[in-house]
T-cell receptor, first 113, second 116 residues
Framework: GAGVSQSPSNKVTEKGKDVELRCDPISGHTALYWYRQSLGQGLEFLIYFQGNSAPDKSGLPSDRFSAERTGGSVSTLTIQRTQQEDSAVYLC???????????FGQGTRLTVV | GNSVTQMEGPVTLSEEAFLTINCTYTATGYPSLFWYVQYPGEGLQLLLKATKADDKGSNKGFEATYRKETTSFHLEKGSVQVSDSAVYFCALSEGFNAGNNRKLIWGLGTSLAVNP
């Protein structure tokens, strides 16, 4: 596709449920990032993929958060047993190898009620 | 650790006014610096970047100069338009151990509203 695609665009879930967020990066971009944007906060780094491996998971806030990437393309961010503090916009970005310029999707707005 | 501080908004200007959004950073080494923009209802877009000291990034009439001596990367535009209304984010790149890609450290964003 032409840009980074994320789905769903909006997700409302009940506290305690698991959710999966999907990111489809730009074709050929080997680097993929997940960020979180909470109300009144800056963007918070969650995890970085190079190909299918994740050399930096340092931003994942707890073991309820996990992510995987398959085929060097699509990535899924999973949040287990969601809490209200998980409510945020989850952003995915991709970039070419060795480049800092990242291209962002429009995000998934997650609301935990 | 590395950090980015940018001026709080919202900033409200009249069309054709001069814009400055301040951004300062704390970093070890020599990060690259970025301004991203988020227009209403759209995703984040790279506006401009600078990769070394004294570099000037420019795009769409916006400019920012990488000032190592003052650790700043202030965004400026000489004459803003209504279409510039958006949220502007300052960011710096931080190195990884593996590969050459770098995650970004972000400021909190500054909302700009330009009135006709």
């Amino acid at each position: 596709g032409a840009g980074v695609s994320q789905s769903p665009s909006n997700k409302v879930t009940e506290k305690g449920k698991d959710v999966e967020l999907r990111c489809d990066p730009i074709s050929g971009h080997t680097a993929l990032y997940w960020y979180r944007q909470s109300l009144g906060q800056g963007l918070e780094f969650l995890i970085y993929f190079q190909g299918n491996s994740a050399p930096d998971k340092s931003g994942l806030p707890s073991d309820r958060f996990s992510a995987e990437r398959t085929g060097g393309s699509v990535s899924t961010l999973t949040i287990q047993r969601t809490q209200q503090e998980d409510s945020a916009v989850y952003l995915c970005a991709s970039s070419l190898a060795g480049r800092s310029e990242a291209f962002f999707g429009q995000g998934t707005r997650l609301t935990v009620v | 650790g590395n950090s980015v501080t940018q001026m709080e908004g919202p900033v409200t200007l009249s069309e054709e006014a001069f814009l400055t959004i301040n951004c300062t950073y704390t970093a070890t080494g020599y990060p690259s610096l970025f301004w991203y923009v988020q227009y209403p209802g759209e995703g984040l877009q790279l506006l401009l970047k600078a990769t070394k000291a004294d570099d000037k990034g420019s795009n769409k009439g916006f400019e920012a100069t990488y000032r190592k001596e003052t650790t700043s990367f202030h965004l400026e535009k000489g004459s803003v338009q209504v279409s510039d209304s958006a949220v502007y984010f300052c960011a710096l790149s931080e190195g990884f151990n593996a590969g050459n890609n770098r995650k970004l450290i972000w400021g909190l964003g500054t909302s700009l509203a330009v009135n006709p």
